[in-house]
Nanobody, 129 residues
Framework: QVQLLESGGGSVQTGGSLRLSCAAS????????LAWFRQAPGKEREGVAA???????MYVDSVKGRFTISQDNANNSLYLQMNSLEPEDTAMYYC???????????????????????WGQGTQVTVSS
């Protein structure tokens, strides 16, 4: 399994932007989906965005139009550009890699933490009003 390391978190005011990065130790063909999850205190881990093996992207409704997920295969990196941040976006953000058939993710399992086997340690994002 790949090792993942997130960076780029921080504290911003409402309306600000942050770009999260996730560095992978490698990117074997067995990885079929990469995703960003977040978890706020007292809440369940939530799928934010994902990109599957064929380049399809998925987003939770609350971030559509504000967040963009992208991948740099040459550098084994995953990114999450977050614009127009809101206090509700405050959470620990995690990078995850999945190994199930890519179409399973495209059909909905992308938002399920149980569908991903590799996780980073997380990076904190705090948005103040």
């Amino acid at each position: 399994q790949v090792q993942l390391l997130e960076s780029g978190g921080g504290s911003v005011q409402t309306g600000g932007s942050l770009r999260l990065s996730c560095a992978a130790s490698d990117m074997p063909n067995s990885v079929t989906c990469l995703a960003w999850f977040r978890q706020a205190p007292g809440k369940e881990r939530e799928g934010v965005a994902a990109i599957d093996r064929v380049g399809g992207t998925m987003y939770v409704d609350s971030v559509k139009g504000r967040f963009t997920i992208s991948q740099d295969n040459a550098n084994n990196s995953l990114y999450l550009q977050m614009n127009s941040l809101e206090p509700e976006d405050t959470a620990m953000y995690y990078c995850a890699a999945g190994y199930q058939p890519w179409y399973d993710y495209a059909q909905g399992s992308w938002s399920s933490p149980g569908a991903f086997a590799s996780w980073g340690q997380g990076t904190q994002v705090t948005v103040s009003s």
